[in-house]
Structures are given as C-alpha cells and as structure tokens.
C-alpha cells in the first residue's frame, strides 16, 4: 500500500503526533510525506517526498497572532497550484493532518481522504468553546481542511470519532520525578515579554526554552534552553510543574505525567482558546494572558493553589491506525462501486 501523509508544520505537535504513528502506518506500507508550513522547529524523520511553505501563521512579540505577517507571507495562488499539481491519485491511503493543500488536491481529483488529527475534533459541536464563539474560527474548522472522512484527538472523547491524545513514547516509558523546577514553552512570547516576570520569582527556577536560544546557559534562576525534543522531554518529566501555551500535545503531556500545568492560549488563536475552555472544565489553571504586570504573582498563586489534573486517557496507536484503515477502505469501496 502506498501512503501519503500530510503534516501541518506550524507547530511541533503536528510532528510529533507523526512520528509515534508513522511505525504503525509502515507495517500497512510505504509512507511518503507532505510537509506544509515553514515554521515548526522539530524535524520530521520520515521520507519527506513534497514540501511546500503551506499556509502558515506567525505571531507578534508577545503572545498574539501577526495578521500581517499572516497575510502578507501565506500565497493562496502557489497553495492553489500545488493542490492541482499533487499527485494524490498514485496513492492508495491519504492521511491529512490540517492541510489545506492536501484536502484541496483530493476534492479537485475527487480523492478519499481521511483528517486524523486534533483539529478534526472540532467538526463536532459538542468539542468545548470558549464563551465567545469566532464565527472565522468555526468556518476554519468546517473548510480548512474538508476531507471525506476524520478521525479526532482531544483531551475526552467528547463525541463518538473523537479518541485520546497521542503521547510520545519518550514520555510514556520516561522515569518520573519533581526536581522543583518550572518548564516554561510559551513560543508566541520572546524573552523581553516576560523574562522580568521569571526574574522577580528568585527562589524558583525556571527552565525556558526559547528559539533564539543555541545553547543552554543560566542567569540568575533562570535556565535558557534552545527548542530541542531532548532536552524538553528531560525536562517535563522531571519538572514540578509546566507553562504552556493553548496547544494539545504539551499539556497532554504534562497530564500524562501528573505535571502541575499553567495553560496560557495564544492571543485571538481561536484553537487554542478552543482548547484552553476544554482543560478550564477539566479543572487546569489557564489565564487569557501573560500581559499582566504582575504575571508573576499569577504564577505564585498557581503554584499555592493549582491543582494537579491528570489526563484521563491515552491513545492506544496500533488500534487507532486499524481504524483509520478500515475506515478509508471502506470508503473506497464503496467509490468503486459508485463508479
């Protein structure tokens, strides 16, 4: 069987997702890759056969999302051509992880394909939301990636196609420990947003991990550690307790782990707003923001007074990628007999 396998690149935990199922889909056959979007820092170990730059989102300096970046650096007429010119119809299995390109290429040549990741979750209105619904968001959600067929990842199965998140194998066989440190990923905020916060905490430690960073150094209570899965997954597992984002893999994570976990979404990134309202019910710190001048006493009363969640359950892989073969042959099956 011939695979292709979509991955949205504007964030690692599309990648990362990829890696733990790739294994499975190679028992099933060959597994070639489209990488969509030039702003992930993890490398995909996989045959990368087509790469384009995607349809990407960029951010401000502190926290919020660069519309004109957005606007000016994605080129719809390239995403367009390149959906026309990829070859979807050599494969026999079409795998999207929210790209457009690929789920475009597949309505045009009128291709079965499956979006088997987190943002698939959202088709379902019975997904979390914040209190203010985006009406873009939601259209996003229905549109972006339009497959014949999906499969979600959320933190509950909040509907009947929605599984557990996949977590790493690095993290599942990790030995667990709590050397008093906080890991910090907050990738939509540089150094200058928030590193006084960090500093006024002098009796905490805080291992950060920045992009501008190369190497890790020390400043005060401060580790600053480069955008690297190893020295991130040693750090997590052995952290008290974890800053993040409105992401989905990390807090799946540090939930798995039985982290104290601080969610912070990007800000107007609906998904991740999406996804801070989904860990509030479960019981996980969140704040709308790092804005506030006194961010840090934020962190101390999170510290005092949060609680720990842990996650409720874990993606079991090998069944989850039987699923989604059955799921497609059917489907193609079924084309055929239409045909």
């Not at 939509?188 to 002098?202: A, I, P, V």
């Not at 969610?263 to 801070?276: F, L, T």
């Amino acid at each position: 069987m011939k695979i292709l396998y979509a991955v949205q690149a504007t964030g690692n935990g599309h990648i990362s997702r990829a890696m733990q199922l790739l294994p499975y889909l190679e028992r099933h056959g060959t597994v070639d890759f489209f990488m969509s979007g030039d702003n992930a820092s993890l490398a995909l170990n996989g045959n990368v056969k087509y790469r384009s730059k995607g349809l990407s989102l960029y951010y401000t300096q502190c926290g919020g999302l660069n519309y004109w970046q957005i606007f000016k650096k994605n080129k719809w007429t390239r995403a367009m051509k390149e959906a026309r010119d990829l070859p979807v119809n050599k494969y026999d299995l079409v795998i999207n992880d929210f790209d457009y390109i690929t789920a475009e290429s597949c309505r045009i040549h009128k291709k079965n394909s499956l979006h088997l990741g987190h943002q698939a979750s959202f088709i379902s209105e019975q997904t979390p939301r914040p209190d203010k619904i985006s009406s873009v968001g939601e259209f996003i959600y229905k549109h972006y990636c339009n497959t014949s067929h999906f499969l979600g990842f959320h933190f509950e199965s909040y509907d009947s196609f929605i599984l557990p998140p996949v977590v790493k194998k690095e993290i599942t066989e990790a030995e667990v420990s709590d050397l008093g440190h906080i890991t910090v990923y907050l990738p939509s905020y540089q150094r200058n947003c928030l590193e006084s916060q960090f500093l006024m905490l002098k009796n905490q430690l805080f291992h950060w991990f920045l992009p501008c960073i190369k190497q890790p150094y020390r400043e005060e209570n401060i580790i600053y550690y480069p955008i690297d899965s190893t020295f991130f997954n040693q750090s997590l597992v052995t952290c008290h307790g974890l800053i993040t984002g409105g992401g989905f893999e990390t807090p799946s994570e540090a939930m798995f782990l039985g982290k104290k976990l601080m969610c912070i979404p990007i800000r107007d990134h609906y998904e991740q707003k999406c996804n801070a309202a989904a860990l509030q019910k479960l019981g996980v710190y969140t704040l709308p923001n790092a804005d506030s001048p006194t961010f840090y006493n934020q962190i101390r009363h999170w510290l005092a007074e949060g609680q720990t969640i842990s996650l409720p359950s874990i993606n079991n892989i090998e069944t989850t990628v039987e699923r989604a073969l059955t799921i497609m042959e059917i489907a193609n099956n079924e084309t055929l007999k239409i045909s």
